[in-house]
């Protein structure tokens, strides 16, 4: 632990961080969240055409520019929040006291992890933020005047950036669960604490 960072923030607690509840975690669900829906919203609006008798029968009534909408909306707060995952996660980090003589289910020590996960992170935010700007131009520029508001290599960078978020949260996993990071459970566990006397 940065012994700068200790006198600064005080004492912390048994999590490691100077609040109760670690940040980035929660972020990470609302960045995940966000960018899912908005590809799928996308790819439902690409298929309209397809789906549109299902809407139909089933009384939903839906245009297809309104789920691009959604599509972009959401996009643009994955953008946002994806901002503060990652400032969260850095702050976070550099609080962290991984369990030692630990190696993931991949076979990396902690450092390692820390290191390949924050990386990932910025390489996903990176991602995310050309991923917007690219959807902007579409809508706004290129394609405003079509029906399908969307590219299929749009779709399938979308599709992409999935596979590296699936590698990015098992790597986040790996740091929760293998190395006790930011885990009040675990680390009372470590000190020989009761985590039922909470």
Do not use: C
Request: aromatic letters at 12%; glycine letters at 10%; a negative charge.
């Amino acid at each position: 632990m940065n012994p700068d960072l200790l006198e600064q923030w005080g004492s912390l607690g048994v999590n490691g961080l100077p609040y109760p509840i670690p940040i980035h975690p929660n972020l990470v669900h609302l960045t995940l969240g966000l960018f899912i829906v908005a590809i799928a919203f996308d790819i439902v609006g690409v298929l309209f055409p397809v789906e549109k008798a299902v809407f139909k029968f089933l009384a939903i009534p839906v245009t297809r520019s309104a789920l691009f909408d959604v599509g972009w909306y959401n996009l643009l707060a994955s953008a946002i929040v994806t901002f503060f995952t990652v400032m969260a996660g850095v702050f976070e980090v550099a609080l962290a006291v991984p369990l030692a003589d630990v190696t993931s289910a991949w076979g990396l020590h902690a450092l390692e992890t820390m290191i390949l996960h924050g990386v990932g992170g910025v390489m996903i935010l990176t991602l995310i933020v050309g991923m917007t700007v690219w959807r902007g131009f579409q809508r706004y520029q290129w394609r405003k005047d079509m029906a399908r508001q969307v590219q299929w290599s749009y779709l399938a960078a979308g599709l992409f950036v999935f596979a590296l978020m699936f590698v990015q949260g098992t790597l986040g996993a790996h740091l929760g669960a293998e190395f006790g990071i930011h885990v009040t459970a675990d680390q009372m566990l470590h000190l020989g604490e009761n985590p039922n006397q909470l």
